[in-house]
């Protein structure tokens, strides 16, 4: 009998998509953590695709807990799901045994050593997916008949509003982000286009970093000399501070000034901003992708040597132990990017201890 799910509706790269923002969401999320993750094919008897799921594993040494996560599109588009909760846990199972990890205190000696084997699962399983093409409550129903307790994570709910802070100069390379950030669903607030003619500027400014959920601030030596990229900085944190420590402002990097050459009259504002991710807008992914495809490792090196600033940085100047848990967490979970960066050029197995 053919099996009961509808086709496959969405292209591989698109999938291929949705599965790198799955494991995206999970280090976000677990930013400690390694993730495990594999491909499952539900096909017809005829061997036709119907579906493609990811399994994926965060294993969250610093918790001692693996959070389990399935990514699928559409999720209940297809009739699915009663398949996807009777298989589930078998996938992840399977996919925790594939691996066994074994993490030290050396980093941190105030916590024993852990292994994937003393890890427990966290009770619910999330389920990420670009869209729920079915009613929440029929999803819990079906999970819950097979005794599985799940989060739902929509992509399509998850998109927040933004708003860009630059320079003048940088007008160029803000509309390029602004655009990608709403081709991808996510409302931005971008000056060329949202301000109303005649409104006074510093009150634009004021309501925009305090209505928008995230205030997105391109650094270079034009924007973080200009008096009023500095006071919206002033004003995002001070938001900040009020709301608990929440995370409102996204640095991004277009030069190197932010890291070598800033020094506000405020000597606390560079730090806060230095101690934070800073997104450096300085290798195409997708050049670099096809330099690894085509064997192009000259043209690889040449666009790593791009980074090179911003890691000597990371490596010279950031104290990764911060004593702040949420920094540390932060900074290890950079260590362990650039690791998986490097690791497509370089063969980390054949480095030779020193005595």
């Known amino acids: 009998m053919p099996h009961p799910l509808a086709p496959l509706g969405m292209s591989t790269i698109d999938m291929a998509e949705l599965h790198k923002n799955g494991i995206a969401f999970l280090q976000r999320r677990f930013p400690a953590a390694l993730v495990l993750n594999n491909e499952i094919t539900l096909s017809e008897e005829n061997g036709n695709i119907v579906a493609r799921v990811w399994p994926m594993i965060a294993q969250d040494s610093l918790s001692g807990v693996m959070q389990r996560a399935l990514a699928i599109e559409d999720l209940g588009a297809r009739g699915e799901l009663p398949t996807i909760a009777k298989l589930m846990p078998k996938w992840l199972d399977e996919l925790k045994g594939a691996v066994y990890v074994k993490v030290g205190n050396v980093l941190d000696p105030t916590s024993h050593e852990i292994d994937t084997n003393q890890m427990t699962y966290a009770p619910r399983t999330i389920l990420y997916t670009n869209k729920l093409s079915v009613p929440a409550d029929l999803v819990f129903e079906l999970f819950s008949k097979e005794n599985l307790l799940i989060e739902i994570v929509d992509e399509s709910k998850m998109h927040k509003t ?32 949202d301000a109303e003619p005649g409104a006074k500027l510093h009150r634009v400014m004021h309501d925009g970093v305090n209505e928008y959920d995230r205030v997105l601030l391109l650094c270079s030596k034009d924007a973080l000399s200009r008096p009023g990229v500095l006071n919206e900085i002033e004003r995002v944190l001070e938001r900040e501070a009020k709301e608990g420590g929440t995370d409102i402002l996204i640095p991004v990097a277009l030069d190197d000034f932010v890291y070598s050459d800033w020094a506000p009259n405020r000597a606390d504002i560079s730090s806060q901003i230095r101690s934070r991710v800073i997104a450096k807008i300085l290798i195409d992914s997708k050049e670099f992708d096809q330099t690894i495809e085509t064997h192009d490792y000259d043209k690889a090196y040449s666009l790593i040597t791009k980074i090179q600033p911003a ?5 010279n100047e950031v104290r990764i132990l911060a004593d702040n848990p949420r920094l540390k967490h932060n900074r290890i979970a950079i260590l362990q990017r650039v690791f998986s960066f490097f690791d497509r050029l370089l063969d980390f197995s054949k480095i030779q201890a020193v005595n």
């Open 311 to 315: 890691l000597d940085t990371l490596f």
């Open 162 to 193: 933004v708003f860009i802070s630059f320079g003048g100069p940088d007008e160029g390379a803000a509309r390029i982000i602004n655009d990608a950030l709403k081709s991808k669903g996510v409302k931005t607030w971008f000056f060329p286009d």
